[in-house]
């Protein structure tokens, strides 16, 4: 059983399903794209695109839904609604079509044609919103949508929804601790919803107070970091709190580019933008230690990335 949940009932029923393969995923060691590294010094990259959704956001959306039936928020008949474009709305559609609950997602009208259409494949319900309001314009109409019509929406908020991290402090985070047999010493995340540092460093600080949790952030508001938040110009999210974290870095995008051509050809891992960047902020971790087991998280794969011309338009 991939997810740990806490509903024994659904666990047997779902044991062969497609919810049953969410979790569980390899840990990659990177051989090759960091040559100059102290032999003691090794960088792990949980590969989340395995996930049937294809993200790590499988985990948190799955946990969203799990949660909202056992608390008896999300009845049949009722709608699930949150804003996202990306990977969670994705996820959303996943499991909505596979358990057969109704999706609304509310999206910024610029978000790519990719995302959207992957979206309606799927079979959720798409709001369009002001693209000049970005994701907070987004996240606003669902907020009025819930308010005005309660009894037809559960609205997940992945924001604020404490399921979403939890999902991590139960699947993600004992995944690592074990796969490294607990000789992981420092965890190394970007940062979009918080969910997966929040959930991953409340989980391995439990076990070992002095594993470092290390938090990357775009450097700027203006990015091209899809999936992460600069939090100093952004709503911060309920979930997130900004003292937790040890260390914070500072990325780039055009770094994160690099990377993940590099990536790409030189491990044979086509991922996506924020896990060049997550490559970039681990080897950062890297470069001050003599020894350390670093362990960072690919969120998703490159396919969805591709149309992206700052990224491979020179190809
Ligand atoms: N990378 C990508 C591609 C994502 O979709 C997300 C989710 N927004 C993240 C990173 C960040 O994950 P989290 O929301 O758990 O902080």
């Known amino acids: 059983m991939a997810l740990t949940l806490d509903q024994p009932k659904l666990r047997t029923?779902?044991?062969?399903?497609?919810?049953?393969?969410?979790?569980?995923?390899?840990?990659?060691?990177?051989?090759?794209?960091?040559?100059?590294?102290?032999?003691?010094?090794?960088?792990?990259?949980?590969?989340?695109?395995?996930?049937?959704?294809?993200?790590?956001?499988?985990?948190?959306?799955?946990?969203?839904i799990y949660t909202a039936i056992a608390k008896g928020e999300l009845t049949s008949g009722k709608r699930l609604l949150d804003s996202t474009s990306g990977n969670t709305g994705i996820a959303y559609a996943t499991f909505g079509a596979a358990l057969g609950?109704?999706?609304?997602?509310?999206?910024?009208?610029?978000?790519?044609?990719?995302?959207?259409?992957?979206?309606?494949?799927?079979?959720?319900?798409?709001?369009?919103?002001?693209?000049?309001?970005?994701?907070?314009?987004?996240?606003?109409?669902?907020?009025?949508?819930a308010a005005a019509s309660p009894e037809k929406y559960f609205y997940a908020n992945q924001y604020a929804n404490p399921a979403n991290w939890e999902a991590h402090y139960k699947s993600t985070g004992p995944e690592i601790y074990s796969q490294t047999n607990g000789?992981?010493?420092?965890?190394?995340?970007?940062?979009?919803?918080?969910g997966t540092l929040m959930g991953v460093g409340r989980y391995l600080r439990e076990?070992?107070?002095?594993?470092?949790?290390?938090?990357?952030?775009?450097?700027?508001?203006?990015?091209?970091?899809?999936?992460?938040?600069?939090?100093?110009?952004?709503?911060?999210?309920?979930?997130?709190?900004e003292n937790f974290p040890d260390r914070f870095i500072d990325l780039e995008t055009e770094t994160a580019h690099e990377m993940v051509r590099r990536l790409a050809r030189e491990e044979g891992l086509f991922v996506?933008?924020?896990?060049?960047?997550?490559?970039?902020?681990?080897?950062?971790?890297?470069?001050?230690?003599d020894e350390g087991i670093i362990v960072t998280v690919f969120p998703d794969a490159?396919?969805?990335y591709i149309s992206d011309k700052a990224l491979w338009g020179g190809e």
């Open 13 to 64: 029923i779902h044991l062969d399903s497609l919810e049953s393969r969410v979790g569980n995923t390899p840990l990659l060691r990177l051989r090759r794209v960091f040559p100059n590294l102290s032999p003691s010094v090794q960088i792990f990259a949980k590969a989340e695109w395995f996930n049937p959704g294809g993200s790590i956001k499988d985990r948190a959306a799955l946990n969203i």
């Open 101 to 145: 609950i109704p999706v609304t997602l509310t999206i910024p009208a610029n978000a790519s044609e990719e995302r959207i259409s992957i979206l309606r494949v799927l079979g959720a319900e798409i709001i369009l919103t002001d693209a000049l309001e970005g994701s907070d314009g987004a996240l606003m109409v669902a907020q009025e949508m």
């Open 183 to 194: 000789h992981v010493t420092h965890f190394v995340s970007g940062l979009g919803t918080s």
């Open 207 to 241: 076990q070992n107070p002095k594993i470092q949790i290390i938090a990357g952030q775009p450097k700027g508001p203006f990015h091209g970091l899809e999936g992460l938040k600069h939090m100093e110009s952004a709503q911060k999210p309920p979930i997130y709190d």
């Open 272 to 289: 996506g933008i924020s896990s060049g960047a997550a490559a970039v902020a681990a080897l950062e971790v890297a470069q001050g230690l």
């Open 302 to 304: 490159g396919y969805k």
